[in-house]
């Protein structure tokens, strides 16, 4: 069968016409082509949908009342106890110690609490 509109090769092995893009030979049935192994290159996106978006969760969390703590930080700040109120630990150690960092720290937190809402969130 004369198949003009394909273009064709001879069978390298019968020398029987055959499709070119046979990869089989249709008379003798040999491969006459290398099995196309490149595939087209699957680039597996792997966007990441799972954006991690909130590694803050939970942070914004305790409610701390502005009036307990300003009290607690203007008769107790050299003691921290406006850090510890707050869950602090470790500043509250550290004023403990420092006397509230010599008395800076529980002045400027004495003013940042006054300008905090109530309650504000730590
Ligand atoms: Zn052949």
New binding site residues.
């Given amino acids: 069968m004369e198949d003009t509109q394909t273009k064709t090769k001879y ?1 390298k ?2 020398g ?1 016409k ?1 499709p070119e893009d046979a990869v089989i ?1 249709t ?2 049935g ?1 491969q ?1 082509e290398e099995l196309k192994q490149n595939q087209p290159n699957v680039v597996i996106n792997n966007t990441n949908t799972n954006t991690v978006q909130n590694t803050t969760a939970g942070y914004a969390g305790k409610p701390k009342n502005k009036w307990v703590a300003l009290l607690l930080c203007f008769f107790l700040g050299i003691l921290g106890a406006h850090k510890f109120y707050e869950g602090k630990i470790g500043m509250g150690i550290l004023y403990l110690f420092t006397f509230g960092l010599c008395g800076i720290g529980v002045i400027i937190d004495f003013i940042s609490l006054l300008f905090k809402p109530n309650p504000y969130y730590v």
């Fill in positions: 069978c092995y019968c029987e055959i030979c008379k003798c040999r006459v």
